[in-house]
């Protein structure tokens, strides 16, 4: 059974970048079946979708994040990342990895999530 | 991007009870949309993929229809440990979206 864990700090200052790691076990990254990708949730609001990554570097984002965003697979550690910069409190929100059916692209494993806050 | 919209936003009802929520996109997306159902303090798990298919593990009573613009996730008979949000999403287009989410609780 595939499971996915978020890891990575949960309190950013304004201005600097987000950073986060995907941690999946249970199972290879390198599958060619699945796009790797990151969802977020501000507290009582609904999901945003933030983008997602394949194995061969290939990325999508959303063009409201694109000039921020950078999601990257590293096959080596089993794990895939996420970089926001220049982060402001509109990004205070819980973020989640999961594992995107490329063919379908539905979301059909997710990680727990983790709390992340931007705040000085 | 693709907008889509939810009705109703929430409802509660009795536990038997048949519950449907609609799904609506702003463009027609074929049968590309999904659901998924969060419980508090949870991540989403996928109930319905490609419009109407059961996803593994998921009761029957979950069924879904839908293709083009008007999307249904219908409930057939409420239980208790069904109380949460559900959302739909499109992947017709990137970038990919989801409904604000209907609130289902227990009358």
């Known amino acids: 059974q595939v499971q996915l864990q978020e890891s990575g700090p949960g309190l950013v200052k304004p201005s600097q970048t987000l950073s986060l790691t995907c941690t999946v076990s249970?199972?290879?990254?390198?599958?060619?079946?699945?796009?790797w990708s990151w969802i977020r949730q501000p507290a009582g609001k609904g999901l945003e979708w933030i983008g997602r990554?394949?194995?061969?570097?290939?990325?999508n984002y959303n063009p409201s994040l694109k000039s921020r965003v950078t999601i990257s697979v590293d096959t080596s550690e089993n794990h895939f990342s996420l970089k926001l910069s220049s982060v402001t409190a509109a990004d205070t929100a819980v973020y989640y990895c999961?594992?995107?059916?490329?063919?379908?692209?539905?979301?059909?494993?997710w990680g727990q999530g983790t709390l992340v806050t931007v705040s000085s | 991007d693709i907008q889509m919209t939810q009705s109703p936003s929430s409802l509660s009802a009795s536990v038997g009870d048949r519950v449907t929520i609609t799904c609506q996109a702003s463009?027609?997306?074929?049968?590309?949309l999904n659901w998924y159902q969060q419980k508090p303090g949870k991540a989403p798990k996928l109930l319905i993929y490609?419009?109407?298919n059961l996803e593994t593990d998921v009761p029957s009573r979950f069924s879904g229809s839908g293709s083009g613009t008007d999307f249904t996730l219908a409930i057939s008979s409420l239980q208790p440990e069904d109380i949460a949000t559900y959302y739909c999403?499109?992947?017709?287009?990137?970038?990919?979206?989801f409904g604000p989410g209907t609130k289902v609780d227990m009358k």
């Open positions: 999961a594992r995107d059916l490329g063919s379908g692209s539905y979301l059909d494993n």
């Open positions: 249970g199972g290879s990254i390198s599958s060619g079946y699945y796009y």
């Open positions: 990554s394949y194995i061969n570097g290939s990325t």
């Open positions: 463009q027609d997306i074929n049968n590309c």
């Open positions: 490609d419009a109407s």
């Open positions: 999403q499109q992947f017709g287009n990137l970038p990919f979206t």
